[in-house]
């Protein structure tokens, strides 16, 4: 099924403008840094990208900014936040655009993302008041024991095309709550969200009367993250993207006792057992597989389903995928959007090559779509493929919708499948049986830093931590104590007493 015609270049760019102009942003334009869309795959605008001058002047107004705003109040600090967020209620459509417009993602998912932006605000203008330390009770009379949580220093934060948006909001209201600066390194395929969240972030510093470098954007390559890779005033480099990007990333800031925290690849599977509800799995499998293009680091790509119930679930799930619409992802009935570029649609080929080259059978999908409409455009069917075992290319991460398909006898042998893979972000287990459950949540169950139960592996909501473990890197975003990561702790010993009593009964003079 194919949806409408999609809309031309001109048309998109006309409607980017619109939304540009409503946030505030007037787009300069003449630069060879282009603005792109994957809906007809061609360049919207020239924009100017950050040069070392830029960089460095981030740098300094950065830090210059930071030694206000960390002895600000943090419940006013939290009022920057609310502004932000109430921003972002406001023009909740014309950032959805930009997002859909850039990245591809459907409507629904594109306002979505801008909710998940309101939800962390909500959440970073709570935390403000809540940046809670212990008191530790301490072993020696007439003494106090404390520990307290100060703001770190200059954030920076380097995003994925995928989540253009939210994974900025979830490190920058946090960020700005806790007390820090921010400098954000985009994705180079999303500069125009990027301009438009700044210019909001701008405008609610200015209404509050924040610094106005509380936030710095540096649109541009590679070169401008490694910068803030490298620079010893970025305290906090938090960065999302490939683990071949984490690989390099890691070690750098390493060297220079720099923090990182990182989001970098997932593998994520689900397990679905005999007592499942199949009309659920099906449904959470099919918008985890094949939703966001399979773009989302927590897009479903392995599924690890009992024997007894393989057929009539593979049957099931590759009748939905005929029906998935794909197309034109401001068409409201559309389910499937464009894959990000070219490139992203190659990297799909191959490894279904390869897949098949390891004995892979494909059961549904994998044609490319819409290519008179839009040829140099990527949309392409999402596909199943059924693999007997868990192949080289099975283990890696393909950032695209491809969903491998392999059985299992036994739950010991579906969580040792499920846990075989080098990556560790996100899991599930589809089953009505409450030992299973639990197992599957369990210590010996999955090793992801999210695990579901009768829901898929995408879609986390803001109040939990997000990230995961392996070459996910270990890193916690968003909710629950994630903010810990934007802050130092110190621990205070207080003596109110008038005698110098030392610690482990020693005697000193
Ligand atoms: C990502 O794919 O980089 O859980 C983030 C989800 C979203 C965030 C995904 N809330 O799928």
Same mark, same amino acid.
């Given at each position: 099924?194919?949806?409408?015609?999609?809309?031309?270049?001109?048309?998109?760019?006309?409607?980017?403008?619109?939304?540009?102009?409503?946030?505030?942003?007037?787009?300069?334009?003449?630069?060879?840094?282009?603005?792109?869309?994957?809906?007809?795959? $061609?360049?919207?605008?020239?924009?100017?990208?950050?040069?070392?001058?830029?960089?460095?002047?981030?740098?300094? *107004?950065?830090?210059?900014?930071?030694?206000?705003?960390?002895?600000?109040?943090?419940? &006013?600090?939290?009022?920057?936040?609310?502004?932000?967020?109430?921003?972002?209620?406001?023009?909740?459509?014309?950032?959805?655009?930009?997002?859909?417009?850039?990245?591809?993602?459907?409507?629904?998912?594109?306002?979505? $993302?801008?909710?998940? !932006?309101?939800?962390?605000?909500?959440?970073?203008?709570?935390?403000?008041?809540?940046?809670?330390?212990?008191? #530790?009770?301490?072993?020696?009379?007439?003494?106090?024991?404390?520990?307290?949580?100060?703001?770190?220093?200059?954030?920076?934060?380097?995003?994925?095309?995928?989540?253009?948006?939210?994974?900025?909001?979830?490190?920058?209201?946090?960020?700005?709550? @806790?007390?820090?600066?921010?400098?954000?390194?985009?994705?180079?395929?999303?500069?125009?969200?990027?301009?438009?969240?700044?210019?909001?972030?701008?405008?609610?510093?200015?209404?509050?009367?924040?610094?106005?470098?509380?936030?710095?954007?540096?649109?541009?390559?590679?070169?401008?993250?490694?910068?803030?890779?490298?620079?010893? &005033?970025?305290?906090?480099?938090?960065?999302?993207?490939?683990?071949? !990007?984490? &690989?390099?990333?890691?070690?750098?800031?390493?060297?220079?006792?720099?923090?990182?925290?990182?989001?970098?690849?997932?593998?994520?599977?689900?397990?679905?057992?005999?007592?499942?509800?199949?009309?659920?799995?099906?449904?959470?499998?099919?918008?985890?597989? *094949?939703?966001?293009?399979?773009?989302? @680091?927590?897009?479903?790509?392995?599924?690890?389903?009992?024997?007894?119930?393989?057929? =009539?679930?593979?049957?099931?799930?590759?009748?939905?995928?005929?029906?998935?619409?794909?197309?034109?992802?401001?068409?409201? =009935?559309?389910? +499937?959007?464009?894959?990000?570029?070219?490139?992203?649609?190659?990297?799909?080929?191959?490894?279904?090559?390869?897949?098949?080259?390891?004995?892979?059978?494909?059961?549904?999908?994998?044609?490319?779509?819409?290519?008179?409409?839009?040829?140099?455009?990527?949309?392409?069917?999402?596909? #199943?493929?059924?693999?007997?075992?868990? =192949?080289?290319?099975?283990?890696?991460?393909?950032?695209?919708?491809?969903?491998?398909?392999?059985?299992?006898?036994?739950?010991?042998?579906?969580?040792?499948?499920?846990?075989? +893979?080098?990556?560790?972000?996100?899991?599930?287990?589809?089953? &009505?049986?409450?030992?299973?459950?639990?197992?599957?949540?369990?210590?010996?169950?999955?090793? @992801?830093?999210?695990?579901?139960?009768?829901?898929?592996?995408?879609?986390?909501?803001?109040?939990?931590?997000?990230?995961?473990?392996?070459?996910?890197?270990?890193?916690?975003?968003?909710?629950?104590?994630?903010?810990?990561?934007?802050?130092?702790?110190?621990?205070?010993?207080?003596?109110?007493?008038?005698?110098?009593?030392?610690?482990?009964?020693?005697?000193?003079?």
């Amino acid at each position: 099924m194919t949806a409408t015609a999609l809309p031309t270049t001109e048309d998109l760019r006309t409607r980017a403008r619109t939304s540009l102009a409503r946030v505030g942003v007037t787009v300069v334009e003449g630069g060879d840094f282009h603005a792109r869309s994957p809906i007809t795959g $061609e360049d919207l605008f020239g924009l100017r990208a950050a040069t070392a001058a830029d960089t460095e002047d981030a740098l300094v *107004a950065s830090r210059e900014a930071f030694l206000t705003w960390r002895t600000t109040p943090a419940p &006013r600090r939290g009022e920057l936040v609310r502004r932000l967020g109430e921003l972002l209620r406001e023009h909740k459509s014309d950032l959805a655009d930009l997002i859909t417009i850039e990245a591809g993602k459907i409507r629904s998912e594109a306002l979505g $993302e801008v909710q998940e !932006m309101i939800d962390i605000c909500d959440f970073a203008v709570g935390l403000s008041r809540q940046l809670y330390g212990r008191t #530790i009770a301490s072993e020696r009379p007439g003494h106090r024991l404390a520990e307290t949580w100060h703001p770190l220093g200059v954030v920076g934060v380097i995003s994925a095309f995928n989540f253009p948006a939210a994974v900025w909001s979830w490190n920058t209201a946090v960020a700005l709550a @806790c007390g820090d600066t921010v400098i954000w390194k985009p994705s180079e395929l999303t500069s125009l969200i990027s301009l438009a969240c700044d210019r909001l972030l701008d405008r609610a510093a200015e209404e509050v009367g924040a610094p106005r470098d509380v936030h710095r954007l540096l649109l541009g390559d590679r070169t401008v993250g490694e910068k803030l890779v490298d620079d010893p &005033r970025v305290a906090l480099v938090s960065a999302t993207g490939s683990t071949r !990007m984490g &690989r390099e990333v890691g070690p750098r800031v390493a060297a220079r006792f720099g923090r990182t925290l990182l989001e970098l690849g997932g593998n994520n599977a689900a397990v679905v057992a005999p007592s499942a509800d199949l009309d659920l799995a099906v449904q959470g499998i099919v918008f985890a597989a *094949a939703g966001t293009a399979g773009q989302r @680091c927590t897009t479903l790509r392995r599924l690890i389903v009992h024997q007894d119930i393989a057929d =009539t679930l593979i049957t099931r799930l590759t009748a939905a995928y005929q029906k998935l619409p794909i197309g034109d992802p401001f068409d409201e =009935t559309t389910l +499937v959007g464009p894959l990000i570029t070219p490139q992203a649609l190659d990297t799909m080929q191959d490894a279904l090559t390869r897949a098949q080259a390891e004995g892979g059978k494909i059961l549904a999908g994998g044609n490319r779509r819409l290519t008179d409409a839009a040829p140099r455009a990527s949309y392409v069917e999402p596909v #199943i493929v059924r693999v007997d075992e868990q =192949t080289d290319v099975v283990r890696e991460e393909t950032f695209a919708p491809i969903l491998y398909v392999q059985t299992y006898e036994t739950l010991d042998q579906a969580i040792a499948l499920h846990n075989d +893979v080098p990556q560790g972000l996100s899991s599930s287990i589809f089953t &009505r049986d409450q030992q299973e459950a639990e197992l599957f949540l369990s210590a010996e169950g999955s090793d @992801c830093g999210i695990a579901n139960v009768n829901i898929g592996t995408s879609g986390a909501e803001i109040g939990g931590a997000f990230g995961g473990e392996k070459e996910t890197g270990g890193g916690r975003e968003s909710g629950s104590d994630a903010w810990r990561a934007y802050m130092r702790s110190a621990t205070n010993t207080i003596n109110y007493s008038s005698r110098l009593a030392l610690a482990q009964n020693v005697s000193f003079l």
